[in-house]
């Protein structure tokens, strides 16, 4: 099993920056693609970015330019560095871990998602 362990949130002032960790610990060989997710109050949780095992990276466009996802395979541990918070970026962000399940011969993968517990950003003057 895998576990995630969030940490990094907390209250910004607009234009600030904040860094979230993402620390899985468990079987974590098992682990392909990481992501952060975010729900704000009253809406529905929304991608934020996500990496794979070869790094490529992927963001919503609202935060492109602004937030940068990473990994530290050695440490077990995603990153995500925001830069130039804005206010509607306040939400509890989650960390997902895509566990392998099983592997398929066409290079397909089934796969179990694994949350965090999520940790708050709030952005506010």
């Known amino acids: 099993q895998v576990q995630l362990v969030e940490s990094g949130g907390g209250l910004v002032r607009p234009g600030g920056s904040l860094r979230l960790s993402c620390a899985a610990s468990?079987?974590?060989?098992?682990?392909?693609?990481m992501g952060w997710h975010r729900q704000a109050p009253g809406k529905q949780r929304e991608l934020v970015a996500h990496?794979?095992?070869?790094?490529?990276?992927k963001y919503r466009a609202s935060v492109k330019g602004r937030f940068t996802i990473s990994r530290d395979n050695a440490k077990n541990t995603v990153y995500l560095q925001m830069n130039r918070l804005k206010p509607e970026d306040t939400a509890v962000y989650f960390c997902?871990?895509?566990?392998?399940?099983?592997?398929?011969?066409?290079?397909?993968?089934?796969?179990?998602?694994?949350w965090g517990q999520g940790t708050l950003v709030t952005v506010s003057p």
């Open positions: 997902l871990a895509e566990v392998i399940k099983q592997r398929y011969s066409d290079g397909t993968y089934r796969y179990l998602e694994i």
């Open positions: 468990g079987s974590v060989d098992s682990i392909n693609a």
């Open positions: 990496i794979t095992s070869d790094d490529t990276t």
